[in-house]
């Protein structure tokens, strides 16, 4: 079992930019599977972000595409979600996740008007 902890959210204004991260740890096997961002705002159904395999391949939701950047570290076990020009639409909480994790209790990311 893999065990993944969110960070990095907070309050921002409209335009600005956050970077979350996603700690993983409990499993020699953390470096070596997908790894997805997903978000869940207030009244709405959890939705995927952004994915990477294990080695490096990425994909986005098309609501992010050209604001977002998901990266990790595999020396680290971390994942990371650049977000750049964040809109008040994008206020959610975020959690990542893998096939190895269950859901962690996410970071909340708010985007002011």
């Known amino acids: 079992q893999v065990q993944l902890v969110e960070s990095g959210g907070g309050l921002v204004q409209s335009g600005g930019s956050l970077r979350l991260s996603c700690a993983a740890s409990?499993?020699?096997?953390?470096?070596?599977?997908?790894l997805d961002w997903y978000r869940q705002a207030p009244g709405k159904q959890r939705e995927l972000v952004a994915s990477i395999t294990a080695g490096g391949s990425t994909n986005y939701a098309d609501f992010v595409k050209g604001r977002f950047t998901i990266s990790r570290d595999n020396a680290k076990n971390t994942a990371y979600l650049q977000m750049n020009s964040l809109k008040p639409e994008d206020t959610a909480v975020f959690y990542c996740?893998?096939?190895?994790?269950?859901w962690g209790q996410g970071t909340q990311v708010t985007v002011s008007s």
């Open positions: 409990g499993s020699i096997f953390a470096s070596f599977v997908d």
């Open positions: 996740k893998s096939v190895l994790s269950d």
